[in-house]
């Protein structure tokens, strides 16, 4: 297992949470969070870095900032020669704890996306309305974006989905435990597993994972919850040959150990793989992408740092 921090600890910027990662259609790295002096300070921001394995440098860094607003949750995205960036901002105060009118709750969720010269080619706001929230990477299905999302309000999950790369979008019908507001299931992380899609959420108040099912990311199932421990943290899922992967504190309490974990059968029990983080400390908040026989993980070291790893796997025994 390979190591390294794609943002280090600063001193004029203490804080960095919320990883995402991709890679380009030309091969370069894509790594972006959101840094700042803490979460929901208004002078948070979102920094992006390109890397170029061929040149073995970084080709272009670049910083998002809404001007009094904090910011969060960054993800990024390849498809058809374009990177997308999905970020939020926040409009309400961001002082303590998220209080509904305050917070997380009043979020707009923003897009900007770069072709393949790395200019930026749109930016605009897709949800206007506000306490939505996004996480996770997007799905392809038939050629439709599937965005995971949940509401911040109501603390359920659903997808927002485009059927013209990125131009036009609507919602999915609602994935809801009818817990409510801090104990529903929130932060959706969806795979496409034998022609259906499996949608699993943190949890609020169970202290184990929800998870839902489609055919489409349309219309969901109700939510129901696995056995899979949660300590109101979220998780990571990809999909490697005919396994689930996930990455998660399977915990119900701390974010400590952060863990490999995989499914054989469609989710429906899981086995630790492999314990990524277990000493003491906070190691949460997982982006994963798979290619090939190679799984790439970033995270969240204790606030201050973001990590990447790359795990690799053997087609017979897992890992290698």
């Not at 790295?29 to 921001?45: H, I, P, V």
């Not at 038939?142 to 309000?153: A, D, R, S, T, V």
């Not at 929130?186 to 943190?202: D, G, L, T």
């Not at 983080?277 to 993980?297: L, V």
């Amino acid at each position: 297992m390979r190591a390294f921090f794609i943002f280090k600890h600063l001193k004029k910027v203490p804080f960095s949470h919320g990883s995402t990662l991709t890679r380009d259609y030309k091969g370069r790295w894509w790594f972006a969070c959101y840094r700042g002096s803490r979460e929901k300070a208004k002078d948070t921001f979102i920094e992006v870095k390109v890397y170029s394995p061929s040149l073995k440098r970084e080709i272009k860094s670049l910083y998002i900032k809404e001007p009094d607003n904090p910011m969060g949750n960054p993800v990024l995205f390849h498809y058809q020669e374009k990177v997308f960036l999905f970020y939020q901002v926040m409009y309400g105060s961001g002082e303590r704890k998220s209080l509904p009118g305050k917070g997380w709750t009043t979020c707009k969720v923003f897009l900007r996306i770069w072709n393949g010269e790395l200019k930026t080619i749109r930016e605009e706001v897709i949800i206007n309305e506000l306490g939505y929230i996004i996480r996770s990477k997007p799905l392809i299905i038939n050629k439709k974006i599937i965005l995971p999302l949940h509401n911040e309000i109501f603390w359920y999950s659903l997808s927002y989905i485009s059927e013209d790369e990125g131009k036009d979008w609507h919602f999915s019908e609602i994935i809801d435990s009818g817990e409510g507001f801090k104990k529903g299931n929130i932060e959706p992380s969806m795979v496409v597993s034998k022609n259906k899609v499996i949608a699993f959420m943190r949890s609020g108040s169970k202290r184990f994972v929800w998870q839902a099912v489609s055919k489409d990311g349309e219309v969901w199932s109700k939510p129901h919850l696995t056995n899979i421990p949660n300590p109101d943290s979220a998780v990571e899922v990809d999909k490697w040959q005919n396994n689930i992967l996930m990455v998660s504190n399977p915990v119900h309490e701390g974010r400590t150990p952060l863990a490999l974990l995989a499914s054989s059968d469609e989710g429906k029990t899981f086995k630790l793989l492999k314990h990524i983080e277990s000493k003491d400390g906070e190691y949460s908040y997982p982006a994963m992408i798979t290619m090939k026989n190679n799984i790439y993980i970033s995270y969240t070291y204790n606030r201050k740092k973001i990590k990447m790893i790359n795990v690799s796997m053997n087609r017979r025994k897992g890992l290698k």
